[in-house]
């Protein structure tokens, strides 16, 4: 896989992969710096997008970043050993720009979650723009820092040496970290819907926030001005949840006074690949156009 980043506008970022296929490790809300995040399975999940030569995008709450000075949210209880120190959102960064130092090759892009900009808001520190530039400058990294919410052009190009024109086929993302708390019974879903009745042009919305996992379906139809037929075309709709594991024994805890349970860990592959569809018929023969499909 041979892989561009561009950045657009602030929250806009062209993704351009020469070639038919492509994988990617859709994740959110690590919470790396948390003794609770499951680092293990972190790993496990970076460590396969390095064997199978996958994008990795991270949707929010990189960092977690709740135990500064001032801060009401903290506790002893929930700062690892070499982070407490008196510069101690420096420590943290600082010691995540060697941790994802494998993942050079593979780390596009990392958008804000409600944990850095709150940080930017109250402490004036914005964590993921100092990440990006200790990273690529000590790891000749090229990760890009979107926005609490943005879009993700994907364009694969297949063509080939003998292609006079360059033939390249778009998959488009909108990705927002999220609001509110998810609830209980609908787990974020209703949120999907409200995105599907303000959105038009993506291929898949994508959110984190409310750590829930799901992924949905919705088929819509779309009239074709140019060959004058009515298409069905999917949207997809992603939940990805998080690395930080809260519950434990269910004993006690900000997560478990507060009645909520056990939540899923991790996020979702993603597997791009170009798959010729007819669309319909014209006097010249059939019209094709290019879909994604997984």
């Known amino acids: 896989m041979i892989h561009s980043i561009q950045q657009i506008q602030p929250n806009i970022h062209l993704i351009t992969i020469k070639g038919k296929s492509c994988d990617f490790l859709l994740i959110s809300d690590l919470h790396w710096d948390n003794p609770k995040c499951d680092r293990a399975l972190l ?113 694969l190009d297949v063509s080939t040496p003998n292609d006079d024109v360059t033939r390249n086929t778009a998959f488009i993302i909108h990705y927002y970290h999220g609001s509110g708390g998810g609830g209980p019974v609908t787990k974020g879903v209703i949120q999907d819907q409200r995105m599907m009745a303000n959105t038009e042009g993506y291929d898949l919305t994508w959110q984190g926030h409310v750590h829930e996992l799901y992924h949905h379906v919705n088929m819509v139809h779309h009239y074709n001005k140019r060959n004058k037929i009515i298409t069905h075309r999917r949207v997809h709709q992603l939940r990805t949840s998080t690395y930080k594991e809260e519950f434990g024994a269910g004993e006690g805890g900000f997560h478990v006074e507060r009645g909520r ?29 290019t879909r994604f499909v997984e």
Not at 264 to 271: A, D, F
């Open 43 to 155: 790993k496990k999940d970076l460590d396969e997008a390095v064997e199978r030569n996958a994008l990795i995008i991270v949707n929010g709450d990189f960092f977690c970043l709740m135990q500064g000075k001032g801060d009401p949210r903290r506790s002893k209880d929930d700062i690892r050993p070499e982070h407490n120190k008196g510069n101690y959102l420096q420590a943290v960064v600082e010691d995540a720009v060697d941790w994802f130092a494998p993942y050079k090759d593979n780390l596009a892009l990392i958008g804000y979650g409600n944990h850095e900009t709150g940080i930017l808001r109250h402490m004036e520190f914005d964590a993921l723009k100092y990440f990006q530039s200790i990273y690529n400058y000590k790891h000749k990294g090229n990760v890009q820092i979107g926005g609490y919410g943005g879009t993700i052009h994907i364009n």
């Open 261 to 289: 349970g056990i939540k899923p860990l991790g996020g979702y592959w993603m597997n791009l690949k170009v798959n010729r569809v007819i669309l319909g018929n014209r006097n010249k023969g059939a019209q094709n156009d």
